[in-house]
């Protein structure tokens, strides 16, 4: 399959820094999608990327659709306790099932 | 309020026991998708559903079953359980469009195989 390749695998930050994650993959996508996953729940979208370039916000958090297609990232400012989980990237796929595939996610500690 | 409801929540079967997760969604939605996810590897589709009535493989389908006999339920069967097979499983449901927000996720079943 095409896999999308994240990293960090885990990231330990102080609570107001600033954190940052990628994807990427060797195929060119039509849409980038970011889901927050908490303990416990299934994951939530918190952005989706449709145009090439798109830069998108949501609060805190940032995310762009790179300019080859092939990769995107993920920025979330002045980190709070609360920004704990499993960040993870996705693409819907082309075919008529319109599954999601997903990196295998950016697990995030918030240190007080 | 509306959304995917996945029952059981938690479950410990033995090796070789057979279950059956429930995905249950009240949203009209066309299509619905099995997932397991693994520490360090992301959610993987098992099977998913396009309509009532079909069903088709996943990336991750041997040893599981589906069936979508009514447009709200997509049940996941385990015919012979094996340790393999522990995971936390979410079922996803999504009108079918372009727009990556029409994705439901339930809360997961947690399963253990011992």
């Known amino acids: 399959g095409q896999q999308l390749n994240q990293s960090p695998q885990s990231m330990f930050i102080q609570e107001g820094e600033d954190v940052s994650m990628n994807c990427t993959s060797s195929?060119?996508?039509?849409?980038w999608l970011w889901y927050k996953q908490e303990p416990g729940e299934g994951p939530v979208l918190l952005i989706a990327l449709y145009k090439a370039g798109e830069l998108t916000s949501n609060g805190r958090l940032t995310a762009q659709f790179g300019i080859t297609r092939k990769d995107s990232f993920l920025n979330i400012s002045a980190s709070i306790p609360s920004d704990v989980g499993i960040y993870f990237c996705?693409?819907?796929?082309?075919?008529?099932?319109?599954?999601?595939?997903f990196g295998s996610g950016t697990q995030l500690t918030v240190l007080p | 309020n509306a959304g995917v409801t996945q029952t059981p929540k938690f479950r410990v079967l033995k090796t070789g026991q057979s279950m059956t997760l429930l995905c249950a969604q009240d949203?009209?939605?066309?299509?619905m998708y099995w997932y397991r996810q693994d520490p360090g590897m992301g959610l993987r589709l098992i099977h998913y559903s396009v309509g009532e009535g079909t069903t088709a493989k996943g990336e991750v389908p041997d040893g599981y079953n589906v069936s979508r006999l009514k447009k709200q339920n997509f049940l996941l069967g385990l015919e012979s359980a094996a340790p393999s097979q522990t995971s936390v499983y979410f079922c996803?449901?999504?009108?079918?469009?372009?727009?990556?927000?029409?994705?439901?996720f339930g809360s997961g079943t947690r399963l253990t195989v011992v």
């Open positions: 949203m009209n939605h066309e299509y």
């Open positions: 195929s060119i996508f039509n849409t």
């Open positions: 996705a693409r819907i796929s082309s075919g008529s099932a319109r599954q999601l595939t």
């Open positions: 996803a449901s999504t009108h079918g469009g372009a727009a990556g927000y029409g994705y439901t």
